[in-house]
């Protein structure tokens, strides 16, 4: 495989003969670049007007490469042949390279250029590039490939290829002169250097295809030489093939770093993204996309100045927020829309940061407060879209998040976490921070990444938040279920959940074993028709019939008449009474394993509920006599131990203070900790 490096275009802020006389410092050696041993003319020659001069040297460089390597390869140092040509007419200085030693092996292929900056005829441009081509080399191929990438770059700013920017103080304006060859004398001004420093180039240098060093490290950050030559690389790729609007160079640095300038993991992610931005017009969004008032109202999220870093904070204030309610007034569409909206938002607002603040800002920082989450907020459709949400965020706009804050983290939050932390890319969860309770307030907290003035008032500060504060979306705002059904949305949830009906003395029961404890058991249910009680039961015993296979199984009663309560089973969870329209959303941190029982029976009358497993003969009564009918829809997800102790300890090793509540929410597993939850 052949290995490519390309340069941006590095400016050097003095005229091109002072640049040359400079240049010509190195030969035959130079005590500034040691791995440069020395060199020798092979061939010269001069234009009869003197104006290009052609010299062609052989370069000796020192091996940088592990002994081991250096022994089996047979040498010390390696010889490269050099050929220059010099135009004082046109002011330019083309170099090219080519390794001799090895040559049959290794193909090394260097070209270097000179040139006057188009707009500022006081500095000088030098641009390059190179390729590897290592055919054999005694079966060291793939290391030797790396190592002599790494060592190239590695030289390349430290001036083995090109000298660093020399101080005029020690050339004389008589020796500049005299290498000038033919110019107007008239001219002769413009070889003095600049009086200043003067403005670094802010564009691009050529015709929009090349990129300046100055304007990468004022707008993009410090990048290495590898990571500078993949941008130049997939830019020009770009601009080459793609048919459309080139994205903006930060943009393309971002899926850059996504893929750790993997060049062609990158090309792949975004040429993808480009297409699903050509298909949903996300370009246009900013301009066509209104949210409704209702969003505008209850969606509890907006931008509050930035952090200590010059990032533009986001405020979502999820825990305050009703995510069912949203999701059944505008449906998932309009959601996701609204989430890129300020994604796209947060871009821009990037761009207008780094002018401010005069250097590369590419991210923002994300401030979530959890006060309020509850099991309500494990709504299964909801917790579905906001993965999906995660999903087309990731794709789409990596990198974007420098920082995510979360504060006031409740003892329920590692269920949830549990739940989307898998689809969250690595990269991004190393940037979370959380905090459990109080403790990010003072040293270690929100000070130490936010201004004193710009924390909210509803976290102890002294600013003044205009984000919305979220609530119950009423009702009465949902949509209809004719235009539910046709967003497709009604069938989504109805694959989602599975019915059932429930008459007196015949409850429904759904056995799910567990083969270890400290697993987690959710569940979330909507009574459509009469009152139930919700329990659950632990039992050693497998029901009859029992499941078929590790899991669970769900059908109509499956216990036997026989059993009783504190012998054969026991109950872990208290009886929940939950009245016709409600929604219950609830988890269950196991203790021992064995079969776990869900159980919804009729509510009976104050003190007439049951409180032991019906028997047969109650079941067959109900199934021969007339009467009311309940009816639910009800979902149920088992969360694997080892998967809840995974999420634990990446809770714990996030730069937070949550290995409080991390402890905490595992030690209350030990006593059957629950978390019911209803909502109407």
Known sequence: MVQKYQSPVRVYKYPFELVMAAYEKRFPTCPQIPIFLGSEVLRESRSADGAVHVVERSCRLRVEAPRL????????????????????????????????TFASRVVVNENCSYTVHPEN??????????????????????????????????????????IPRWTP?????????????????????ADRPCSGPGPAPETVITDGDKLDADYIERYLGRLTPVQESCLIQLRRWLQETHKGKIPKDEHILRFLRARDFHLDKAREMLCQSLSWRKQHQVDLLLQTWRPPALLEE???????????????????????????????????????????????????????NTKQFGRPISSWTCLVDL???????????????LLRMIEVVEDNYPETLGRLLIVR?????????????????????????????????????????????????????????????????????YLTEEEQEHTDQLRQWRETYQSASVLRGAPHEVAVEILEGESVITWDF?????????????????????????????????TDKGWVLGVD????????????????????????????????????PPGNVACSLPGVEDVLTALHSPGPKCKLLYYYEVLASEDFRGSMSSLESCTSGFSQLSATTSSSSGHSHSSPLVSR
């Open 298 to 352: 209850f969606y509890a999220g907006g931008w509050h100045y930035q952090d200590i870093d010059g990032r533009p904070l986001y405020i979502l204030r999820l825990g305050h927020m009703d995510t069912k309610g949203l999701m059944k007034a505008v449906g998932e569409e309009a959601l996701l829309k609204h989430v890129l909206s300020v994604n796209e938002e947060g871009q821009k607002r990037c761009e207008g």
């Open 371 to 385: 006060e309020g989450l509850n099991m309500r907020h494990l709504w299964r459709p909801g917790v579905k879209a």
């Open 526 to 558: 909507d009574i459509l028709r009469g009152d139930v009680v919700f329990s659950l039961y632990h039992s050693k015993q497998v029901p009859k019939p029992g499941p078929q296979e590790p899991g669970a199984r769900a059908g109509g009663q499956l």
């Open 69 to 100: 390597l250096r022994k089996i390869a047979g040498v010390e140092h390696v010889v490269f042949v050099q050929r220059n040509v010099l135009n004082w007419r046109e002011r330019t200085l083309l170099i090219e390279a080519h390794n001799e």
């Open 169 to 189: 103080a020690p050339v004389r304006e008589e020796d500049a002169r005299s290498q000038a060859g033919p110019r107007d004398p008239g001219s002769l001004e």
């Open 569 to 604: 089973y026991s109950r872990v969870e208290a009886p929940l009474v939950c009245r016709e329209g409600e929604s219950i959303q609830g988890s269950h941190v196991t203790r021992w394993p064995g079969i776990y029982l869900l159980q919804w029976q009729m509510h009976s």
């Open 121 to 162: 005829e006081e500095w000088t441009c030098f641009e390059q590039s190179a390729s590897l081509d290592i055919r054999s080399f005694f079966g060291f191929e793939s290391a030797l490939e790396k190592l002599a990438m790494k060592q190239y770059t590695a030289n390349v700013k430290r001036g083995t290829s090109h």
């Open 409 to 477: 983290a409740p003892r329920v939050f590692p269920v949830l976490w549990t739940l989307i932390s898998p689809f969250i890319n690595e990269n991004t969860r190393q940037k979370f921070l959380i905090y459990s309770g109080s403790n990010y307030q003072g040293p270690g907290g929100l000070v130490d990444y936010l201004d004193r003035d710009v924390i909210p008032d509803f976290l102890g500060g002294d600013c003044v938040c205009n984000v919305p504060e979220g609530g119950l979306v009423p009702k009465s705002l």
